[in-house]
């Protein structure tokens, strides 16, 4: 018998991974998710910018819901829950009408319109809320780069 062995970095990227395919699954099953993507698109050849992050993270340049009781730019305590994500979903709006894939669409893209946000406890497989964009936006139609 052979063994595989990997590094605990081999490890820890395959833990995260998994974290991001179901959370990724976790929102996508949901009706309420899946509804506002379908509508307004009248394009199956549609471009999607989506952000996932911990449901405690902030970052004003991304069109998401402030976090409750915080109104600075950036925030992530440093004890957030591990299990509680959030999934922003946004409409890329290309510079031209040709097809583009993967980072070509960030390189192609003139804005955003965000379409919804969505709260995932990973502990429960669950959506738990879904929420509409902010109707008011710090950085409407300003290209700003994120990294």
Do not use: C, W
């Amino acid at each position: 018998m052979k063994l595989k062995i990997r590094s605990v970095d081999q490890l820890e990227y395959e833990r995260e991974m998994n974290s991001l395919e179901r959370i990724v699954k976790t929102a996508l099953a949901n009706p309420n998710v899946k509804s506002p993507l379908k509508s307004g698109s009248d394009n199956v050849r549609e471009k999607y910018i989506n952000y996932i992050l911990p449901m405690a993270l902030y970052v004003s340049e991304i069109p998401m819901n402030p976090v409750e009781g915080f109104h600075h730019e950036h925030f992530l305590p440093q004890d957030y829950d591990k299990n509680l994500y959030k999934v922003i979903f946004t409409r890329a709006i290309l510079r031209n009408k040709r097809e583009v894939e993967g980072k070509n669409i960030l390189l192609n893209t003139l804005k955003r319109l965000p379409i919804i946000e969505v709260h995932i406890d990973l502990s429960q497989n669950q959506v738990t809320n879904v929420q509409d964009p902010p109707k008011n936006l710090r950085y409407q139609d300003i290209p700003v780069p994120l990294y």
